[in-house]
């Protein structure tokens, strides 16, 4: 409950709309409340007097207060809706904000389509709260403390009975409170899973089709389905349970109420239109309060919404500026590792007590067996992740000590999966520098050997690639990548792999343009393919987290070890392609 204040608080803000609203709210009740007085006088009075003129006025006073009802009736449901959509984009803005600045480890652990299902999913069940349930709980608690004191002013003996049983209510909700709220709790956790699942699943439907696995993948959905259908009937069961003891209750105070009130009315200490009238206001005091107990539902599955959106909300990034931390417009480029380990988990790490000093522009390879933990150490450069233990450096400056901004802007990086946006190719290639001139994002895809295959498109530098660059080629999409990195201009540049789904021919275009690139600054250039780094100042050797060499080509394919291993098996593999060919 502390998390429904919590989100009553974003109404803090547009709090004379809500003031409006909850004038308009019991503008409605108290229109209501004449009605059954009309009926009763109708009865009563002008059926036995025979008062025609009476009856004009009665006919024109209920079309005039249904008049009345409906026009505050819009004003509110407009006003409730405006409300209602600017709380969902609020906390919309917010999580999604809050979502960019959480720290990459958040998404080690959590599928993407139970991310997405909080921004959506579960707010749109707060929305329907706020809208449909909040709106009508407000009302009818409204309707309950003005018809409560009517029909006590009607008549204490009859008002007695109807409440007496009220407190009923309030043990079975305290009773059912408990399995309904923990129901509702599952199926938010069973509706994520089947998103997560969804989305994956979508997102990789060529492996499925690839390995005809249509039908097993078809099957563990149904299973998942199967489960959400389960624990929703299990909540139904047990909501009408709850309903069918509150239509129990209603019953039996309807029944009493008549009996006791007929024998008013036969002992002639209460008119025939009384009755009536006092039944209308019961069944306006029974109406809303069984509502009241069915917001239970609402409030119990919208509850668990509101406590994922906001556990989202509280969740602090791992990687943050430090109060102390400082701005490096400009950097050198000077890289240390001083002792560094790093585990995604700290009992399991990746990389052991690494020392490594790269000078400014130097061009460095990091080269070792797959697993090595050669893209970790990169990733500890951009600071993505912070270390376990030791130091990393940028120009003598422990990067925990540097804004994070700073940092980024200054490190430009091509991984070895290129994630491009379903947006024009000149907004993919000046994503990291949305100020870019036209000049500069050419000079860019040139650099990138892009540039003619764009122009061969029919709307050239605004063709829209689709999802993750749908429309490109996994080398085009490569060089796109890397176009969007050498636009930043980077003092630091880190190559994951980025030329290895390239041809030959356009891997030795890219690697021209790429040595002209990494002139004059830092450059670590991750690769299998040892071709692509014989040239570099230093190769450091990685195996199983460690630093295992360091040196030139030819200081490393001479003297036993891993490079030369990996050197060899290469050589070898292509001595057999030739030899096949």
């Known amino acids: 409950m502390n998390n429904f204040w919590r989100l009553l608080g974003y109404l803090k803000p547009y709090r004379w709309r809500v003031i409006a609203a909850v004038v308009l709210m019991a503008l409605i009740t108290l229109s209501a409340v004449p009605m059954p007085l009309l009926f009763q006088y109708v009865i009563d009075d002008v059926f036995p007097q025979k008062r025609w003129s009476a009856l004009n006025w009665v006919f024109w006073a209920v079309i005039g207060i249904h008049v009345l009802r409906g026009i505050v009736s819009f004003a509110l449901n407009y006003l409730i809706n405006w ?88 043990v079975v909700y305290k009773l059912y409170l408990k399995y309904i709220r923990d129901l509702s709790v599952q199926l938010r956790e069973k509706w994520d899973a089947m998103l997560g699942t969804l989305q994956e699943k979508i997102a990789g439907i060529g492996v499925v089709k690839a390995f005809v696995r249509e039908d097993y993948e078809t099957d563990r959905f149904m299973q998942t389905v199967k489960e959400n259908f389960a624990l929703g009937m299990k909540q139904v069961h047990l909501n009408r349970q709850l309903g069918l003891f509150v239509g129990f209750v209603r019953a039996v105070g309807t029944a009493a109420v008549w009996y006791y009130g007929s024998v008013l009315v036969l002992g002639r200490q209460m008119q025939a239109g009384e009755l009536l009238a006092f039944t209308f206001y019961m069944n306006y005091l029974y109406d809303p309060a069984v509502r009241v107990v069915d917001f239970n539902i609402t409030l119990q599955w919208a509850g668990a919404a509101i406590d994922r959106v906001f556990e989202t909300l509280d969740t602090r990034p791992d990687i943050e ?117 036209e000049e500069e994002i050419v000079r860019a895809a040139k650099q990138a050997d892009l540039h003619d295959f764009i122009l061969s ?125």
């Open 321 to 437: 500026d430090s109060p102390n931390a400082r701005p490096m417009p400009s950097m050198r480029g000077e890289i240390e590792f001083r002792n560094v380990t790093f585990g995604y988990r700290p009992e399991q790490p990746v990389l052991k007590n690494v020392n490594l000093h790269i000078r400014p522009g130097e061009m460095v390879a990091l080269v070792g067996p797959s697993g090595a933990g050669k893209s970790t150490l990169v990733n500890l450069i951009a600071r993505f992740y912070d270390v376990t233990d030791g130091q990393v450096l940028i120009d003598g400056v422990d990067v925990r000590e540097i804004k994070l901004d700073s940092i980024r802007r200054n490190v430009g990086m091509v991984m070895q999966e290129s994630l491009l946006f379903s947006v024009t190719i000149k907004e993919n290639i000046a994503y990291g520098r949305h100020d870019a001139t």
């Open 457 to 581: 498109l029919p709307d050239a530098y605004d063709t829209k690639i689709g999802e993750d660059g749908i429309k490109l080629s996994v080398g085009q999409k490569q060089r796109l990548s890397i176009a969007r990195a050498i636009l930043t201009d980077p003092k630091i540049l880190i190559l994951d792999d980025a030329t290895s789904a390239l041809d030959s021919q356009t891997e030795a275009n890219v690697q021209e343009a790429l040595e002209h690139v990494m002139q004059g600054r830092t450059s670590i250039v991750i690769a299998h393919r040892l071709s692509t780094v014989m040239n570099a100042d230093k190769i450091v050797v990685l195996d199983q987290g460690e630093v295992v060499d360091i040196g030139t080509h030819e200081d490393l394919v001479n003297k036993p070890g891993v490079y030369r291993n990996l050197y060899e098996e290469q050589f070898k593999s292509a001595a057999d392609l030739l030899m096949v060919e």
């Open 83 to 170: 409300l209602g959509q600017r709380v969902v984009f609020d906390l919309r803005f917010q999580s999604y904000r809050h979502l960019n600045r959480l720290s990459m480890s958040y998404y080690d652990q959590r599928q993407t389509g139970k991310i997405m299902a909080r921004l959506t999913g579960d707010i749109d069940v707060i929305h329907y709260m706020i809208t449909g349930g909040l709106v009508t709980l407000i009302t009818d608690i409204v309707t309950l403390v003005a018809v409560t004191g009517v029909i006590f002013w009607k008549d204490w003996r009859l008002a007695l009975i109807t409440l007496v049983l009220v407190p009923l209510y309030v």
